[in-house]
């Protein structure tokens, strides 16, 4: 029998407390941060005890290789795009612990591989190691630890005598901060000691070229994308431009593209000629993206520059298939992370990864006026919390938000504040009072 309480502590934290109980055996304790981990780890304590009391062994003699092997061969597949990252996760999992048998595998063998993930170079898909790479970080960490929990789970529910219970849930995660907002700053930029913005068109070849590092980041990433192109048509392109010479005009258009709709890289780069209503209007189009990251169907409207840049693709259509960014065999969508990390060092930008174009289409949103509710519907996400992470207001926009308060409150400059007001009626008040008495 379980026994689970909800303990907080003095500092907020919620966790919850777990006793499982079994008439000639003493009992067990756990602690979780999770209620579901509680319960799932409480059936598995249930039924390793029931096992131990009818004299059958805890697990067979198989090994984490051939539970990798059975749930690749059975189950991968139901995880549909995400196969393929689940099949190299854990191919890295059965090089380092394949060998171990489940019934001796401790959460220290799992936290020596979390160990070894953290710090061990990166490597590239033929497993060579990729030069000057960083170690991963710990989010990518706790999706390999994920992963092989996952096999784990589904060894203790679907496997009869395969596991009894998960050892994943007693290692310890890497912890990290899910916290990352990065937005780009637009075409108008406050430089100090001038009294209004100026606008990236405003200003001349030599401005452009001697600008702040912050400013002016979504033009001069366009910028880049355009200089792949011009320098991939010259007659002997430089050495870093030749690999791109495929439909080097594309990077322009999926970044326009995300920046207008805040569409995730992988579903901007998945977009299919089947799934385009360009001409649902004259202005207007649409486009129908049957599953996201979430799960569910989601449709876009197509509006300005990212409309524009579509239909006139699709009007120079060279090609049968039905990716709109496809590679040359056709197979699979264009990949744009070279692409995209050569446009940016191009540009001078900071800081930039590719999602960070999903946040800066949150934040545009937000600055144009958007409410949470729209700009939720528009990201299609699931709850506000995540939808307030990709507001950002930029500080011109916070600054004038805040200049309108003031305004407001106590009036605009050069005129009487309405407190300034208030207090000259009161001494108006009492003066004529005095000069009644």
Same mark, same amino acid.
């Given at each position: 029998?379980?026994?689970?309480?909800?303990?907080?502590?003095?500092?907020?934290?919620?966790?919850?407390?777990?006793?499982?109980?079994?008439?000639?055996?003493?009992?067990?304790?756990?602690?979780?941060?999770?209620?579901?981990?509680?319960?799932?780890?409480?059936?598995?304590?249930?039924?390793?005890?029931?096992?131990?009391?009818?004299?059958?062994?805890?697990?067979?003699?198989?090994?984490?290789?051939?539970?990798?092997?059975?749930?690749?061969?059975?189950?991968?597949?139901?995880?549909?795009?995400?196969?393929?990252?689940?099949?190299?996760?854990?191919?890295?999992?059965?090089?380092?612990?394949?060998?171990?048998?489940?019934?001796?595998?401790?959460?220290?063998?799992?936290?020596?591989?979390?160990?070894?993930?953290?710090?061990?170079?990166?490597?590239?898909?033929?497993?060579?190691?990729?030069?000057?790479?960083?170690?991963?970080?710990?989010?990518?960490?706790?999706?390999?630890?994920?992963?092989?929990?996952?096999?784990?789970?589904?060894?203790?529910?679907?496997?009869?005598?395969?596991?009894?219970?998960?050892?994943?849930?007693?290692?310890?995660?890497?912890?990290?901060?899910?916290?990352?907002?990065?937005?780009?700053?637009?075409?108008?930029?406050?430089?100090?000691?001038?009294?209004?913005?100026?606008?990236?068109?405003?200003?001349?070849?030599?401005?452009?070229?001697?600008?702040?590092?912050?400013?002016?980041?979504?033009?001069?990433?366009?910028?880049?994308?355009?200089?792949?192109?011009?320098?991939?048509?010259?007659?002997?392109?430089?050495?870093?431009?030749?690999?791109?010479?495929?439909?080097?005009?594309?990077?322009?258009?999926?970044?326009?593209?995300?920046?207008?709709?805040?569409?995730?890289?992988?579903?901007?780069?998945?977009?299919?000629?089947?799934?385009?209503?360009?001409?649902?209007?004259?202005?207007?189009? %649409?486009? +129908?993206? *049957?599953?996201?990251?979430?799960?569910?169907?989601? #449709?876009? @409207?197509? /509006?300005?520059? $990212? &409309?524009?840049?579509?239909?006139?693709?699709?009007?120079?259509?060279?090609?049968?298939?039905?990716?709109?960014?496809?590679?040359?065999?056709?197979?699979?969508?264009?990949?744009?992370?070279?692409?995209?990390?050569?446009?940016?060092?191009?540009?001078?930008?900071?800081?930039?990864?590719?999602?960070?174009? %999903?946040? +800066?289409? *949150?934040?545009?949103?937000?600055?144009?006026?958007? #409410?949470? @509710?729209? /700009?939720?519907? $528009? &990201?299609?996400?699931?709850?506000?919390?995540?939808?307030?992470?990709?507001?950002?207001?930029?500080?011109?926009?916070?600054?004038?938000?805040?200049?309108?308060?003031?305004?407001?409150?106590?009036?605009?400059?050069?005129?009487?504040?309405?407190?300034?007001?208030?207090?000259?009626?009161?001494?108006?008040?009492?003066?004529?009072?005095?000069?009644?008495?």
């Amino acid at each position: 029998m379980a026994n689970i309480r909800k303990w907080t502590a003095k500092d907020g934290r919620v966790t919850y407390k777990v006793q499982v109980r079994k008439a000639g055996s003493r009992p067990i304790y756990g602690t979780f941060d999770r209620l579901s981990d509680a319960k799932e780890w409480a059936t598995q304590e249930e039924a390793r005890l029931q096992r131990r009391k009818h004299g059958l062994p805890s697990s067979g003699s198989y090994t984490v290789s051939q539970a990798i092997e059975r749930y690749i061969n059975e189950e991968v597949h139901l995880k549909g795009k995400e196969a393929d990252g689940f099949r190299r996760m854990l191919g890295w999992w059965d090089k380092e612990i394949g060998g171990i048998q489940l019934r001796n595998l401790t959460p220290g063998d799992l936290e020596r591989g979390r160990d070894r993930l953290l710090t061990e170079p990166r490597l590239d898909t033929l497993g060579r190691t990729v030069f000057n790479s960083e170690p991963r970080m710990p989010s990518t960490v706790r999706k390999y630890m994920a992963a092989l929990s996952i096999v784990f789970s589904t060894a203790v529910r679907k496997w009869d005598g395969w596991l009894d219970y998960n050892p994943m849930l007693r290692a310890e995660k890497p912890k990290f901060r899910n916290e990352r907002n990065r937005c780009l700053s637009g075409y108008h930029y406050h430089f100090p000691g001038d009294k209004t913005p100026r606008h990236w068109n405003s200003l001349s070849e030599t401005e452009k070229n001697n600008l702040p590092v912050e400013a002016f980041e979504l033009p001069r990433l366009l910028e880049a994308c355009k200089k792949q192109i011009v320098e991939v048509k010259k007659q002997n392109p430089p050495l870093r431009y030749r690999k791109f010479g495929y439909h080097p005009e594309w990077l322009y258009n999926i970044v326009v593209i995300r920046i207008s709709t805040g569409l995730r890289p992988g579903e901007a780069a998945g977009l299919k000629w089947s799934e385009m209503d360009l001409f649902v209007g004259e202005d207007v189009g %649409r486009a +129908t993206i *049957g599953k996201t990251k979430n799960g569910e169907p989601i #449709t876009i @409207p197509l /509006i300005g520059e $990212a &409309l524009k840049v579509l239909r006139e693709m699709h009007e120079g259509r060279r090609h049968n298939h039905d990716w709109i960014f496809p590679r040359r065999d056709g197979e699979a969508p264009l990949d744009f992370r070279a692409r995209f990390r050569r446009a940016v060092k191009d540009s001078g930008i900071q800081d930039l990864r590719p999602h960070d174009l %999903r946040h +800066t289409a *949150g934040s545009y949103m937000a600055m144009a006026g958007g #409410t949470l @509710p729209e /700009i939720m519907a $528009a &990201l299609n996400h699931k709850t506000p919390q995540m939808t307030k992470r990709y507001m950002h207001l930029s500080p011109e926009h916070t600054a004038g938000l805040i200049g309108r308060m003031n305004a407001a409150v106590f009036g605009e400059t050069g005129k009487t504040s309405r407190f300034e007001a208030a207090n000259d009626n009161e001494e108006q008040a009492i003066s004529l009072a005095d000069d009644v008495a």
